[in-house]
């Protein structure tokens, strides 16, 4: 069993910054893969970012350049780095922990860009 909870989540203005945590207890090693989703009102969820064993990293067209995925040594943390934040970018952010078919979802965290 594992469980994620995400953090950093707020309120910024657009060409901010914020920096998004999720902490994963449990078993969690490289065959997992980490990845950051978001949602927001009446749309379908969007991939964001992954980080997979290796440390090699994927993300969605309409972050890329802007975002950067993470992930400490320990497996225990991984991090989204969000800069050059557009309104666009507004929905609750997850983080989500894949290894082949079984995966976990944390609660979310908010984040709103204002104009």
């Known amino acids: 069993q594992v469980q994620l909870e995400e953090s950093g989540g707020g309120l910024v203005q657009a060409g901010g910054s914020l920096r998004l945590s999720c902490a994963a207890s449990?078993?969690?090693?490289?065959?997992?893969?980490m990845r950051w989703l978001r949602h927001a009102p009446w749309k379908e969820r969007d991939f964001v970012a992954a980080?997979?064993?290796?440390?090699?990293?994927r993300y969605g067209d309409s972050v890329k350049g802007r975002f950067s995925v993470s992930r400490d040594k320990t497996m225990s943390a991984v991090y989204l780095q969000m800069t050059s934040l557009k309104p666009e970018d507004t929905a609750v952010y997850y983080c989500?922990?894949?290894?082949?078919?079984?995966?976990?979802w944390g609660q979310g965290t908010q984040v709103t860009v204002s104009q």
């Open positions: 980080i997979v064993g290796g440390g090699v990293t």
């Open positions: 989500n922990a894949k290894s082949g078919p079984v995966e976990y």
């Open positions: 449990g078993h969690t090693d490289s065959t997992y893969a």
